[in-house]
T-cell receptor, first 114, second 111 residues
Framework: NAGVTQTPKFRILKIGQSMTLQCTQDMNHNYMYWYRQDPGMGLKLIYYSVGAGITDKGEVPNGYNVSRSTTEDFPLRLELAAPSQTSVYFC?????????????FGQGTRLTVV | RKEVEQDPGPFNVPEGATVAFNCTYSNSASQSFFWYRQDCRKEPKLLMSVYSSGNEDGRFTAQLNRASQYISLLIRDSKLSDSATYLCVVTDGGATNKLIFGTGTLLAVQP
């Protein structure tokens, strides 16, 4: 099992560019999450999904979009990148989304917008 | 009010010390509770779940007080390797039961 795999690990974007952060998990988890973590701060939920075809906004969804066409994949799309989106992005997955189940995280994508 | 609030850090303690972290949550409907550990520039990893009766895993003890909506983590005999950020995590109590993270408390164990 690879667990949760995120790509790329690092990226520098120019203001106004777009990109997709990839996330895939091989544990057949139904729940998947995208968080961002600014330096010295906690994790903020961007979007989450409770299963294929179902997504919902988290705390900070503006400037991002997601899709969940398969159980395994949960890509995060940034349109028109802004300096405020400079952050570390973590994807996570879990089986039931709580109730004593563990959330597994990818290694993160460090994004800088210049 | 934040959904999950933790002690402000950092906590600087000598090796061998006992240190306690506290966490409060705002939603009385929250059902599941966890402590995660995050090393510098790494992803968070589950340290332990928190059960209603309290639970212990080696040097780590977690307690839950549902009436006060309060969670704690006690680390005994601190090691240098315990230096990390400790994140309090609860489920949001809604239909989707998604995870809500606290901002974390930084622990630095000094030799």
């Amino acid at each position: 099992n690879a667990g949760v795999t995120q790509t790329p690990k690092f990226r520098i974007l120019k203001i106004g560019q777009s990109m997709t952060l990839q996330c895939t998990q091989d544990m057949n988890h139904n729940y998947m999450y995208w968080y961002r973590q600014d330096p010295g701060m906690g994790l903020k939920l961007i979007y989450y999904s409770v299963g294929a075809g179902i997504t919902d906004k988290g705390e900070v969804p503006n400037g991002y979009n997601v899709s969940r066409s398969t159980t395994e994949d949960f890509p995060l799309r940034l349109e028109l990148a802004a300096p405020s989106q400079t952050s570390v992005y973590f994807c996570a997955s879990s089986y039931l989304g709580g109730a004593n189940t563990e959330a597994f995280f990818g290694q993160g994508t460090r994004l800088t917008v210049v | 009010r934040k959904e999950v609030e933790q002690d402000p850090g950092p906590f600087n303690v000598p090796e061998g010390a006992t240190v306690a972290f506290n966490c409060t949550y705002s939603n009385s409907a929250s059902q599941s509770f966890f402590w995660y550990r995050q090393d510098c520039r790494k992803e968070p990893k589950l340290l332990m779940s928190v059960y209603s009766s309290g639970n212990e895993d080696g040097r780590f003890t977690a307690q839950l007080n549902r009436a006060s909506q309060y969670i704690s983590l006690l680390i005994r005999d601190s090691k240098l390797s315990d230096s990390a950020t400790y994140l309090c995590v609860v489920t949001d109590g809604g239909a989707t039961n998604k995870l809500i993270f606290g901002t974390g408390t930084l622990l630095a164990v000094q030799p």
